[in-house]
């Protein structure tokens, strides 16, 4: 098991900035790939990026690209995500998770978060 906490949403103006942490208790996430992922209301969950293990590949959704940026502190044993130019449509349960594939498929991550709430206010 490798339990995930995220933390960091919150409410924000349109335009504003966030930055989700996404913990792991009693295992390295160093050995994982991360991925981030959200979840708005009445949607299906979407991926929004991901950092690979080891080679630490980086993938985005296009919707983010740009805007959003995905990094890990191993010594911490953390993953961010750093939002920035927030938009309405960003507002969603945000949700980590982990698998130790280097380029998981999106449904099939092995280990999730319960999430964190984003909120954008227009």
């Known amino acids: 098991q490798v339990p995930l906490v995220e933390s960091g949403g919150g409410l924000v103006q349109a335009g504003g900035s966030l930055t989700l942490s996404c913990a792991a208790s009693g295992r390295p996430l160093r050995r994982y790939t991360v991925g981030w992922f959200r979840q708005a209301p009445g949607k299906e969950r979407e991926f929004v990026a991901r950092?690979?293990?080891?080679?630490?590949?980086?993938k985005y959704a296009d919707s983010v690209k740009g805007r959003f940026t995905i990094s890990r502190d191993n010594a911490k044993n953390m993953v961010y995500l750093q939002m920035n130019s927030l938009k309405f449509e960003d507002t969603a349960v945000y949700l980590c998770?982990?698998?130790?594939?280097?380029?998981?498929?999106?449904?099939?991550?092995?280990?999730w978060g319960q999430g964190t709430q984003v909120t954008v206010s227009s």
């Open positions: 998770a982990a698998d130790s594939s280097i380029t998981p498929p999106d449904k099939e991550y092995t280990y």
């Open positions: 950092i690979s293990w080891s080679v630490g590949i980086i």
